[in-house]
């Protein structure tokens, strides 16, 4: 019944198989692929004509994480996966990325890519999974793809490159400080596509090694997908990209030159209108026939693309002013906002994100709820692009992909310098409002970021700041690297190249390349140029930062203390009784982990006082030789009980009251009565002894030996 062929290979520490033909048969490319005891199906399915007047490549990608993969049913009130996750969004333009610049030229026909998560070892991340089974699929479809593709993470420790390191090492850089490193790497034969990762300050030099150690364990994973594909693959689809060679001519004679002087504008908003109306007259020159064809968008951008590229590769010269290494002029500031807990301006040339802090306490932690198990984060950083950013109108809806993906690359960026939460136990949430937008708003949100947290007083290791490289690569091999790339560049550009970090090392770095891959020595380039733009960005912020900020008196006020973890049940109490008396009475947050760290949070310092006395008086042990102020709760015949110390009670016998004999302890002491002890010590019962005889009981200060003898 099934016509079921598998391939596998060594591939680490585990065993890759790549397995069709017995699964999803009807779906034009179906390959499950396993890692270790990761299982992930990738489906694939291509419409075999285009949609009238189709002008754009209709891929769609989606990464799906089932609960029962790992033997978990979902959290929330209907038990049912819902919305993707943002790890599944993530991975979705993981794995979208390199497989788009692949599909042949001119191909607009719906291609949908559904990878599926079936099973995960807890030890193998389905994402470098998933997108292996997705290539594999692609391959053996018939679309016109041009793969393919493998992708592996790789970390770094001790100076030596990691592949594909178990989830538990890769969950938080911050908590594991022996790993450096979080890359994926994904690529062809011949070349890298695409680069996603977070980083601790490596050097370009280490980071450019990640990214050629990567590509060079791919290598396996490629031969592999081809060995599947050489005895499943479908025929191909005959598909020939269209010849609209005469309607470029035609789009090229009507309008080249009022093009060319559009884009010699420099002001964007000027420049934007000039290109407009060079469009609209090209297409007040063309025919009815012409003006139906559906590569008429294909032949004004090759038109564009022509005029941008070729002065750039040939003069240095770009369409603002600039040359290929400048960075746009640059305006960073911080404390806008009043109320708020800290906030910067960062406007790079006609780019600007208002960026705010947030500080909260560990109520104020994000619950994650992932197949490798349900974990809290204290940092959040969120992006969002409203339409009026690029001066349109839109409809505001949640956010989507991109807003998503940029988020998450400004908060890779940012959080290798972030402190301790030992040390600054804060729940941080950063947003990122970008407020106008042409080039890079994920490193403008990473320069805003990184000021917005140090005017609220987050003690940062380093400042952070971002730069989007661009490349332009001609046929004849020659090409220009681009510093602080306008949106038009990366538009009709090659590479969306973004690097991050400090000026000690690189934070976080993503690649994007829309040709067949870049070499070394393009990468390289781009690394140290990079390198250059951001340490002139960093000397810009510097400027905006006078010394270090004050802590806003709005935020809220936190102090840890650390108790024995058999402590944390009386701190707790029965029912968790004794720390809602504690919340009660003192006012403040008390929130304590399996660690016995707790923290105590309010804008009151006196609540946040009277928190920790009320919890140290529980945990903490009376000293032997001290002196304490309790009360009598017990009067009997052979002394009093006396509460001195938190809930503990000791005796002090009748001889140990006064310096003289007592008929009656009630001859001296009441029930309720406030007097000063000393510890004496404790019995061979464990018992405590105190005395007041020995003690001023005005002064509270210990009677010498010789002024009792007096």
Partial sequence: MFNVTTKSMQWGEETLTLETGK?????????????????????????????????????????????????KVPGGFFKREARPTEKETLTARLIDRPIRPLFVPGFKNEVLVMCTVLSHDLVNDPDIVAMIAASAALTISGAPFMGPI???????????????????????????????????????????????????????????????????????????????????????FDFQPADYSALSDAVRAAGETQMRAAF???????????????RNAIRDALTEEQLDDPNLGAALKKLEAGILRGDVVKTGK???????????????????????????????????????????????????????????SNFLLHYNFPPYSVGEVGRVMGPGRREIGHGKLAWRALQAV?????????????????????????????????????????????????VAMGLILEDDGSYAVLTDILGDEDHLGDMDFKVA????????????????????????????????????????MNKALSGAADFSIHAPRIETMQVPTDKIR????????VIREIVEVSGAKVDINDDGVIKIASPNAEAIQKAYDMIHSIVAEPEEGKIYTGKVVKIVDFGAFVNFFGKRDGLVHVSQIENRRLNHPSDVLKEGQEVKVKLLGFDDRGKVRLSMKVVDQETGEEIRKEEAAD
């Fill in 23 to 71: 699964v999803a048969r009807q779906a034009d490319g179906s390959v499950i692929a396993t890692l270790g005891e990761t299982r992930v199906m990738a489906n694939v399915t291509y419409a075999r004509e285009p949609r009238p007047g189709q002008d754009f490549f209709p891929l769609t990608v989606h990464y799906q994480e089932k609960y029962y993969a790992a033997g």
């Fill in 150 to 236: 493998a992708g592996c993470r790789v970390g770094f420790v001790d100076g030596e490159y990691i592949l594909n390191p178990e989830v538990e090492d890769m969950h938080n850089l911050r908590l594991n400080p022996e790993q450096r490193l979080d890359l994926v790497v994904a690529g062809t034969r011949e070349a890298v596509m695409m680069v996603e990762s977070e980083a601790y300050e490596l050097s370009e030099a280490e980071m450019l090694g990640a990214v050629t150690f990567a590509h060079e364990q791919i290598q396996p994973v490629i031969d592999l997908i081809v060995a599947l594909a050489e005895e499943t693959a479908k025929e191909p």
């Fill in 264 to 278: 010699a504008i420099t002001d964007k908003q000027e420049r934007t209108a000039a290109v407009s109306a060079a």
């Fill in 318 to 376: 770009r369409i603002d002013g600039r040359d290929t290494r400048t960075v746009r002029p640059i305006v960073a500031e911080t404390g806008l906002l009043p109320r708020t807990h800290g906030s910067a301006l960062f406007t790079r040339g006609e780019t600007q994100a208002m960026v705010v802090t947030t500080l909260g306490t560990g109520d104020d932690e994000q619950f994650i709820d992932a197949l490798h198990g349900t974990f809290k």
């Fill in 418 to 466: 972030l402190p301790a939460p030992t040390d600054f136990p804060y729940t941080i949430r950063v947003v990122s409002e970008i407020t106008e937008s042409n080039g890079s708003s994920s490193m403008a949100s990473v320069c805003g970021g990184s000021l917005s947290m140090m005017d609220a007083g987050v003690p940062l290791k380093s400042a952070v700041a971002g």
């Fill in 501 to 540: 970090g400090t000026a000690n090392g690189i934070t976080s770095l993503q690649m994007d390349i829309k040709v067949a891959g870049i070499t070394p020595e393009i990468m390289e380039k781009a690394l140290a140029q990079a390198k250059d733009g951001r340490m002139h960005i960093l000397d810009e």
């Fill in 570 to 577: 009386e701190v707790i109490g029965s029912g968790g009784k």
